[in-house]
């Protein structure tokens, strides 16, 4: 049997072998152009692992049943020492580790330097959502990009260390406070996959999932285009959803009268609330405008003051959208 | 219990599970080393972050070191350093059972200790009044007593320090008691007036007063300029506080054992010629001293 | 000579009220003040293992909690105190004081032939830090708790509302602990040892304490420093770490990871001398390769002060950075790997009894070979960017630190408890035990191998729906885990008042502990010794009379009256 032959064994018995999508016993699709590599790696580690492991558990195995203590008898004798060997095992496992370093280093180059004619999309991290901003300076809270072709995505985070992990590129970076972090990608197949926040960051640090859309070619900037005029082509209170949904309201505030980090946004226009001071105050458009601008200024009693401003970050048409779909969920209407 | 190796004269101060002196020495020896090693390591931490910070930000190091009166650091210098010497001379005295010497070397190491904690609050109760404290409580402000009619002409201005000159201004600033600043004024070019120069004043530049922490018009000569406060400033107050603070700690620390060393002496432990706890206390001091040797030329002494 | 005169006075052997360390001096004062190392181990032990349980009990209520995708048993804040305080416990309570300290404390002084250790005031005074730091962090624990994960990464540790100063503090104390058992260690083996033991002539367990103080006393003042620093940013505000104030959150990786990760190697160091004890004794042979396990340790000693940047390598570290880093992780694996051939080599043409102590070192390969081996696929730099901060990295630091420094804890106190209690426990439910964990062991952690590399994140509450039954089967095993561990403290507790009276050497070992009753006179022996060969099993021969083993010529290992002291 060739080395090849044997290795295809090894990775077919340890379920390396890929389906169509390159997802396997251990890895996701494969939709990135840096996957394969990963995955080759992955699997080539694999093999000289799984080598290994089997040679040190059979021998030790074989000891056991063969050197077995018999009544009365003791071991016979035998060398304590030999230098051939030693120097054998010492090498061979630094020769391996060696070629390993090597393709890791490799890999690791390549996912590190993003080609020139990149898309670059500014991303931000915070508790607990992602946002995305285009070239355009469109928001979402989903990350869309067009297939083959490089992205690059500069990172920052408004409060703690976030990581931005999308299991099916195999790229991963972490989010740090007080600087720009950079990554880079070239997604292959269209198709929406999970982007996960890996760097434990609180409360909701696992609720803290974007997705991913991959578009076919051509549609990436028929899509952009839309979404991007959305506070256009959509009504107010439409807009105002979408809006609530992808700047990150929804993560803390529900639709459905749930009260979550913060109060629930169902009937809350009109509503007379207690505020943290012992004052009541009667919900208008004011008020909701003030919440979102300066949100420490009158907070509501029972709800700690953790809301982030949302000042330079949402401009007044946005903030009037927010406002006629909040006027939209009267306790008539529950949606989440 | 039978029979044990021992030296034949039992030393009272042998402990039961060592054969010999010799070996509780060396043993005691040993094990003071690794833990001095441990202190050096300890404050190693903080010598990194120094070096990290003052690597990326030079400036902050440059004009937080103008808030620090060298002249004090010297003095604590040669405070510990003459300290280090009173204790090794303790050693030497209670390896010759000289009680009497070995007890007034003792006190006056703490003295010396005592003096140096005594600069220390001078210095550190100064940056207090002037708010120039670690980075969440920077706050630099003008004292209550204090009130300056900054820069409001050209020509002579007669301060509480100095009698100086202003030869260019680039803007008027009206500061009231206690007001605290921004510095616009990004350089203020000036030239001393002959006879302000006062023999007993050192020439280096003392500790600022004056609005924003920047150094007052002062007794300084024409071409020094005094910088403006760098974004940031307020971590070199950070650092300067936590190695200073830290090692202040291991001063006490030390005073501590001292008392406890005269009390071991007033006992009655030294007259045999049993030396070790002086001698493990002076290697502590040596580290300490050592450790704030350091400190002085990383923090005093910058540009 | 105490040894021979009371084995051949059979009674004498057997008798459970006879005057030895436990008895000798009674009443709770008598313990929390002695200055017998015997004593200190034993309250050590108690210690450790009542914190591993409590370890535990997180442990199992995070598993639990992962029943489901969704919330199971309790809230997400409740969740992430309870992973954090799983980790803080096991690895500041547990597992950095746990083999030196429980173990290493009773058997150092008698593998040398002494009578204690160099320093035992601060041996004691390690013992009590011990129980100071572990009261700040109960008190921790009651008053809000912590949920920063174990790691206490900055911004998150220095702006979070739960009670990480006196964690923090509680950490800082536990380190003085560790430090002062590493420098006691230190001195001990460095000025104690008996007459013909060379360096060279140590048993692997002291080679193994020795390499592990080394990192104790040079690593542990840098996460001192570390912890200090964090209470000075969330107390003061000092602004080190903290963005806003210009400091840097990455700083305080690198100095967190300078001590971690050389903390992980405390870990391992001692468990590796307990297998080189045990696979000898138990193969009935001489240790293969010795001089390359000893130094095999001290290499991975030094090593591993330089590869804590492997931790961070989506951190934003450098390119350059990144490198180096990899490239010195691969180079701490190849001692490893050296011990592990050089332990199966003992083991070829042995004559192996597989008593409970042994079926721990094979549990030890097993196990500890996966947690190796996985290890190369985070080294490499390509790999990691997938696999980091996934359950691939929790599964294969248990496999090494539970997998490996537990297992070996457990054989060795399996190994060392007859000559600790006097007792011999029930070899039947020793295997029911080992085979427990053992199973649930597997089912437990392989399981997360698979979760993580196909991208589910540590640290999370709530997991997408495709892991359910990954997350499920993880949970079972866990449960098997602790059934185990039931088991074990049954049948141990069991032993201490129903066991059979222990000979002086029950398992055939020709280090020096063997050389007193078990459990030892206060004073540990009754005279110094001329040390021979630790693995010399051929001059002990099978006293079927005690059921013990005996030395072939007792006089050859006693130092005579009046040599050279």
């Given at each position: 049997m060739t080395a090849t032959g044997l290795l295809k064994l090894l990775t077919a018995v340890t379920g390396s072998l890929p389906d169509d999508d390159g997802s396997s016993f251990w890895m996701p699709p494969q939709v990135s152009t840096v996957a394969q590599g990963v995955d080759w790696l992955f699997n080539f580690i694999l093999a000289i692992s799984v080598f290994f492991f089997l040679l040190i558990v059979v021998a030790m195995v074989i000891f056991v049943i063969k050197y077995r203590h018999k009544e009365g008898q003791t071991a016979e004798e035998s060398p304590t020492h030999n230098m051939a060997l030693e120097l054998t095992w010492t090498v061979i496992p630094l020769i391996l580790v060696i070629a390993i370093f090597i393709f890791g280093f490799k890999g690791y180059l390549d996912m590190s330097t993003p080609p020139s004619n990149a898309y670059e999309v500014l991303v931000e991290g915070q508790k607990w959502n992602w946002s995305f901003t285009y070239p355009n300076g469109y928001i979402d809270s989903d990350l869309h990009v067009p297939v083959d072709r490089p992205v690059r995505l500069v990172m920052s985070s408004q409060d703690v260390i976030h990581s931005l992990y999308i299991p099916a590129f195999r790229v991963k970076m972490d989010v740090v406070p007080g600087r720009y972090a950079k990554a880079w990608f070239e997604a292959t197949k269209p198709g929406e996959y999970d982007l996960f926040c890996a760097e434990y960051c609180g409360t909701s640090h696992s609720d803290m999932i974007a997705h991913v859309v991959v578009h076919p070619v051509g549609e990436f900037e028929t899509w952009l285009e839309k979404a991007s005029n959305f506070l256009e082509t959509m009504a107010p209170v439409d807009a105002g959803r979408k809006l609530f949904q992808v700047r990150?309201?929804?993560?803390?505030?529900?639709?459905?009268?749930?009260?979550?980090?913060?109060?629930?946004?169902?009937?809350?226009?009109?509503?007379t609330q207690n505020l943290a001071d012992g004052s009541t105050i009667t919900v208008d458009e004011n008020y909701i405008r003030e919440s979102v601008l300066e949100p420490q200024a009158r907070v509501v009693a029972g709800f700690e003051p953790v809301m982030p401003t949302y000042q330079g970050r949402l401009k007044d048409p946005e903030i009037m959208a927010i406002i006629e779909?909040?006027?939209?969920?009267?306790?008539?209407?529950?949606?989440? | 219990?039978?029979?044990?190796?021992?030296?034949?004269?039992?030393?009272?101060?042998?402990?039961?599970?060592?054969?010999?002196?010799?070996?509780?020495?060396?043993?005691?020896?040993?094990?003071?080393?690794?833990?001095?090693?441990?202190e050096i390591l300890f404050f190693g931490g903080l010598f990194v972050f120094y070096t990290v910070y003052r690597g990326n930000h030079p400036e902050i190091f440059v004009f937080g070191a103008h808030f620090l009166d060298t002249a004090l650091g010297a003095l604590n210098t040669v405070v510990l350093i003459f300290s280090s010497f009173t204790i090794a001379w303790a050693v030497r005295a209670a390896q010759l059972k000289q009680i009497k010497l070995l007890k007034w070397l003792i006190i006056a190491t703490m003295l010396c200790a005592f003096t140096f904690m005594g600069v220390k609050y001078v210095e550190y109760s100064a940056k207090w009044k002037h708010g120039l404290l670690w980075a969440g409580s920077y706050n630099p402000h003008l004292d209550h007593e204090e009130t300056h009619d900054v820069v409001a002409v050209e020509g002579e201005v007669h301060t509480a320090e100095a009698d100086v000159e202003i030869v260019e201004i680039d803007e008027v600033q009206h500061v009231a008691e206690g007001e605290f600043v921004e510095p616009i004024v990004t350089e203020v070019a000036i030239e001393p007036v002959a006879e302000v120069a006062d023999s007993d004043r050192s020439t280096i530049a003392p500790a600022a007063e004056g609005p924003g922490g920047l150094a007052t018009p002062e007794a300084v000569v024409a071409e020094d300029v005094m910088p403006v406060e760098p974004a940031n400033a307020r971590i070199f107050f950070s650092i300067y506080f936590m190695m200073t603070g830290l090692h202040g700690i291991h001063v006490l620390a030390g005073i501590a054992i001292m008392f406890w060393l005269l009390h071991c002496l007033r006992r009655g432990d030294f007259d045999t010629g049993h030396f070790t706890k002086i001698d493990m206390l002076a290697l502590y001091w040596h580290v300490v001293d050592i450790i704030w040797i350091y400190l002085f030329l990383l923090l005093y002494l910058i540009d | 000579m105490a040894v021979d005169t009371l084995a051949a006075d059979g009674a004498a052997v057997g008798n459970p009220n006879r005057a030895n360390y436990l008895n000798t001096g009674s009443g709770v004062l008598s313990w929390l003040f002695t200055l017998?190392?015997?004593?200190?181990?034993?309250?050590?032990?108690?210690?450790?293992?009542?914190?591993?349980?409590?370890?535990?009990?997180?442990?199992?209520?995070?598993?639990?909690?992962?029943?489901?995708?969704?919330?199971?048993?309790?809230?997400?804040?409740?969740?992430?105190?309870?992973?954090?305080?799983?980790?803080?416990?096991?690895?500041?309570?547990?597992?950095?004081?746990?083999?030196?300290?429980?173990?290493?404390?009773?058997?150092?002084p008698l593998m040398l032939g002494a009578k204690d250790v160099a320093l035992p005031r601060l041996n004691l005074t390690s013992f009590?830090?011990?129980?100071?730091?572990?009261?700040?962090?109960?008190?921790?624990?009651?008053?809000?708790?912590?949920?920063?994960?174990?790691?206490?990464?900055?911004?998150?540790?220095?702006?979070?509302?739960?009670?990480?100063?006196?964690?923090?503090?509680?950490?800082?104390?536990?380190?003085?602990?560790?430090?002062?058992?590493?420098?006691?260690?230190?001195?001990?083996?460095?000025?104690?040892?008996?007459?013909?033991?060379?360096?060279?002539?140590?048993?692997?367990?002291?080679?193994?304490?020795?390499?592990?103080?080394?990192?104790?006393?040079?690593?542990?003042?840098?996460?001192?420093?570390?912890?200090?620093?964090?209470?000075?940013?969330?107390?003061?505000?000092?602004?080190?770490?903290?963005?806003?104030?210009?400091?840097?959150?990455?700083?305080?990786?690198?100095?967190?990871?300078?001590?971690?990760h050389p903390a992980v190697y405390i870990m391992i160091l001692p468990a590796m001398g307990i297998i080189s004890e045990l696979v000898s004794v138990f193969s009935g042979k001489h240790i293969f390769g010795y001089k390359f396990i000893a130094w095999s340790s001290i290499a991975i000693a030094l090593l591993s002060f330089l590869v804590w940047g492997h931790?961070?390598?989506?951190?934003?570290?450098?390119?350059?950075?990144?490198?180096?880093?990899?490239?010195?992780?691969?180079?701490?694996?190849?001692?490893?790997?050296?011990?592990?051939?050089?332990?199966?080599?003992?083991?070829?043409?042995?004559?192996?009894?597989?008593?409970?102590?042994?079926?721990?070192?094979?549990?030890?390969?097993?196990?500890?070979?996966?947690?190796?081996?996985?290890?190369?696929?985070?080294?490499?730099?390509?790999?990691?960017?997938?696999?980091?901060?996934?359950?691939?990295?929790?599964?294969?630091?248990h496999y090494v630190m539970f997998g490996g420094t537990v297992i070996a804890f457990l054989g060795g106190l399996h190994y060392w408890w007859p000559k600790m209690f006097g007792r011999m426990y029930s070899e039947k439910w020793g295997q029911v035990s080992a085979l427990l964990i053992f199973v649930g062991f597997n089912l437990t952690f392989f399981t997360q191998f698979v979760m993580g590399s196909h991208g589910m994140p540590r640290r999370y509450y709530n997991y997408v729906e495709e892991f359910t039954t990954l997350n499920q089967a993880s949970t079972i095993g866990s449960y098997v885990l602790a059934l185990g561990f039931f088991i074990m403290a049954g049948y141990l507790v069991h032993s201490l008042f129903r066991g059979k009276p222990a000979p002086s050497n029950p398992w055939g070992s020709a280090t020096l502990e063997w050389e007193t009753l078990s459990p030892p006179v206060a004073h540990n022996f009754d005279h110094d010794f001329l040390a021979g060969d630790p693995y010399d099993i051929d001059s002990l021969e099978y006293d079927p009379a005690t059921q013990g083993w005996v030395r072939k010529d007792p006089q050859s290992i006693i130092l005579p009256e009046g040599g050279t002291g």
């Open positions: 990150g309201c929804q993560q803390c505030h529900s639709t459905d009268g749930s009260a979550k980090t913060g109060p629930s946004m169902l009937g809350v226009f009109g509503r779909y909040f006027k939209s969920l009267d306790s008539s209407s529950s949606e989440e | 219990m039978t029979a044990q190796h021992h030296d034949g004269g039992h030393d009272p101060n042998l402990a039961h599970h060592f054969e010999s002196m010799d070996q509780q020495r060396q043993s005691t020896k040993l094990g003071m080393w690794l833990f001095l090693a441990t | 017998d190392h015997k004593r200190i181990g034993v309250m050590y032990l108690v210690a450790i293992t009542t914190s591993f349980f409590l370890g535990g009990v997180f442990a199992l209520l995070v598993r639990t909690e992962l029943l489901t995708s969704g919330p199971t048993i309790m809230t997400a804040d409740t969740y992430n105190r309870m992973f954090t305080l799983h980790g803080a416990v096991m690895i500041f309570l547990f597992i950095i004081p746990g083999i030196p300290a429980a173990i290493g404390n009773f058997v150092l009590w830090f011990w129980m100071i730091g572990a009261t700040f962090a109960l008190v921790s624990i009651i008053v809000g708790a912590v949920d920063t994960g174990w790691t206490f990464y900055t911004p998150y540790s220095t702006t979070t509302g739960t009670a990480v100063i006196t964690m923090a503090l509680g950490v800082f104390i536990l380190g003085f602990s560790s430090i002062f058992t590493g420098l006691n260690f230190i001195v001990t083996i460095h000025k104690m040892r008996p007459e013909g033991m060379t360096w060279f002539k140590m048993p692997l367990f002291l080679w193994g304490l020795y390499s592990t103080a080394i990192i104790q006393v040079l690593a542990t003042p840098i996460l001192g420093i570390t912890l200090l620093l964090l209470v000075a940013e969330r107390a003061l505000g000092v602004g080190i770490f903290d963005p806003t104030l210009g400091g840097d959150p990455v700083l305080f990786q690198h100095f967190f990871w300078f001590y971690s931790h961070m390598f989506t951190s934003g570290q450098s390119g350059i950075t990144n490198m180096i880093f990899s490239a010195l992780t691969f180079s701490v694996a190849i001692p490893s790997a050296v011990k592990v051939f050089n332990w199966l080599a003992t083991m070829y043409k042995g004559s192996i009894r597989l008593a409970t102590p042994m079926l721990y070192v094979l549990s030890f390969l097993f196990l500890f070979a996966i947690g190796g081996l996985t290890g190369l696929f985070l080294g490499a730099l390509s790999v990691d960017i997938h696999l980091h901060d996934t359950y691939f990295v929790v599964a294969h630091f």
